[in-house]
């Protein structure tokens, strides 16, 4: 079955420090992988895409790194801001024209 | 990337009524998706809105409960029909160019829906 996990599910941290997040896969062949950011109640907001041919994107203080042969991917934050609170989503696509597979997600406050 | 509009952006609904939420795109698109999330719980797709055809629905959703509109390759409509507090969730519209795999993926903000 093709899954995702994120761990943690939840961190908080004080302000400025660098951070990461993780996402596994369960088959190593994926397509590519997107992460997202969702603020409560709201919808999410497409942070990096990042292709199965690539080993990271950066945009800003993020970067995203993906390594198939372990099924991992980390979303690094740096320096990291109360403005970054928000849930981070990992979305999986295990092959070319399917659909995501989400993770649940890692819910993240920064403290100011 | 594309802007996503959803309209209502929340919604309180009694039992036993319908309610459909709108989903406007800024550029035309080639595929459109309706996601539900659960309170706690990460993203489900629903369907997938096909443009002048029926929607292709995922496992464990069917038509007369969720019946989905594709008139136009900007505009679609989600209805949740007969519902129950069991529906109480954010329902999200999104949109890819292209393929699925070669451009990112985007979402509206959501409508939440909430059922007395």
């Known amino acids: 079955k093709q899954e995702v996990t994120q761990i943690p599910a939840a961190l908080s941290v004080p302000e400025g420090e660098n951070l990461v997040l993780n996402c596994s896969f369960t088959?190593?062949?994926?397509?590519?992988l997107q992460w997202f950011r969702q603020d409560p109640g709201k919808g999410l907001t497409s942070l990096l895409l990042?292709?199965?041919?690539?080993r990271e994107q950066t945009s800003g203080r993020l970067n995203a790194s993906l390594d198939k042969s372990s099924g991992r991917s980390t979303l690094y934050i740096a320096a990291s801001q109360p403005g970054d609170s928000a849930t981070y989503l990992c979305?999986?696509?295990?092959?070319?024209?399917?659909?995501?597979?989400f993770g649940p997600g890692t819910r993240l406050s920064v403290l100011p | 990337s594309a802007v996503i509009s959803q309209k209502p952006s929340r919604d309180i609904c009694q039992r036993g009524t319908s309610l459909t939420i709108q989903c406007q795109v800024d550029?035309?698109?080639?595929?459109m998706f309706w996601y539900r999330q659960q309170p706690g719980q990460s993203l489900t797709l629903i369907a997938t809105?096909?443009?002048?055809?029926?929607?292709?629905?995922e496992s464990g959703f069917v038509i007369d409960k969720f019946p989905i509109s594709r008139p136009n390759l900007t505009f679609s409509t989600l209805t949740v029909s007969n519902m129950s507090p069991e529906d109480s969730s954010i329902y999200l519209c999104?949109?890819?160019?292209?393929?699925?795999?070669?451009?990112?993926?985007?979402f509206g903000d959501g409508t939440r829906l909430s059922i007395l």
């Open positions: 999104s949109v890819a160019d292209g393929i699925l795999g070669n451009q990112p993926q985007h």
């Open positions: 088959d190593s062949a994926i397509y590519n």
């Open positions: 990042i292709q199965s041919s690539q």
């Open positions: 979305a999986v696509r295990y092959n070319y024209g399917q659909n995501f597979v």
């Open positions: 550029s035309q698109v080639t595929m």
């Open positions: 809105a096909n443009q002048g055809s029926e929607a292709t629905y």
